[in-house]
């Protein structure tokens, strides 16, 4: 059973930039989704990027796009977040999750089984 795990998180200052990981274990990501939510206080778990491992399409939310891109090494199985121009309405956690969802399903938190633990990412002002 394949299982994810996160990295990289911290806390920066508006304007600064982290690089997030997920790594898989048990099984590679070959065949499956990867895909990067976050979910602040009070609010609900909202997608922020993703793509088949397959292929090289990413899907960006319309909050991120142009500051945060998402990248793979397939020698490690592992998916890479790049966030950049970071702003205090980014502090989340951010979670990894993988699975086989339908492609008008990616974005939906609910269309994946396996989930990391999550990684603070706090950006102060």
């Known amino acids: 059973q394949i299982q994810v795990a996160e990295s990289g998180g911290g806390a920066v200052e508006t304007g600064g930039s982290l690089r997030l990981s997920c790594s898989a274990s048990?099984?590679?990501?070959?065949?499956?989704?990867v895909t990067w939510f976050r979910q602040a206080p009070g609010k609900e778990r909202e997608f922020v990027a993703g793509?088949?491992?397959?292929?090289?399409?990413?899907y960006l939310s319309d909050s991120v796009k142009g500051r945060f891109t998402m990248s793979k090494d397939n020698t490690k199985s592992t998916v890479y977040l790049q966030l950049r121009s970071l702003k205090p309405e980014d502090t989340a956690v951010y979670y990894c999750?993988?699975?086989?969802?339908?492609?008008?399903?990616?974005?939906?938190?609910?269309?994946?089984?396996?989930w990391g633990q999550g990684t603070q990412v706090t950006v102060t002002s």
């Open positions: 999750a993988t699975g086989r969802p339908i492609l008008s399903e990616l974005r939906m938190a609910r269309a994946y089984n396996y």
């Open positions: 793509m088949r491992w397959n292929n090289d399409i990413t």
């Open positions: 048990g099984d590679t990501f070959r065949g499956y989704a």
